[in-house]
Nanobody
């Protein structure tokens, strides 16, 4: 059973930075896709970024492109989301998600089989 544990959320001022981590277990790390989503109060969960384990290909939502960077550490079995130049509109609960058998990156949340519990990110103005 795949388990995902996020960490690194918190309160930061606008313009600041945070790095989220997602530690994965219960899966092989030679394939698949992992992604980050976020959900603000009263809004639907939306795609933020994704990365493939094998080739390291990445994909970003337009709203975070140039500010956020997704990366992976195969040895630590961890995916990171480095968030820079944070804005108040980035405030949300951030979730990591996994599809261990994926061969492509897809933005739809229905594509992902496993989810973490979420970590709160709050950006003050």
């Amino acid at each position: 059973q795949v388990q995902l544990v996020e960490s690194g959320g918190g309160l930061v001022q606008a313009g600041g930075s945070l790095r989220l981590s997602c530690a994965a277990s219960g899966r092989t790390f030679s394939s698949g896709t992992m992604g980050w989503f976020r959900q603000a109060p009263g809004k639907e969960r939306e795609f933020v970024a994704a990365i493939s384990w094998r080739g390291g290909s990445t994909y970003y939502a337009d709203s975070v492109k140039g500010r956020f960077t997704i990366s992976r550490d195969n040895a630590k079995r961890t995916v990171y989301l480095q968030m820079n130049s944070l804005k108040p509109e980035d405030t949300a609960v951030y979730f990591c998600a996994d599809n261990p058998n994926a061969i492509a990156i897809i933005m739809s949340r229905a594509f992902y089989n496993y989810w973490g519990q979420g970590t709160q990110v709050t950006v003050s103005s």
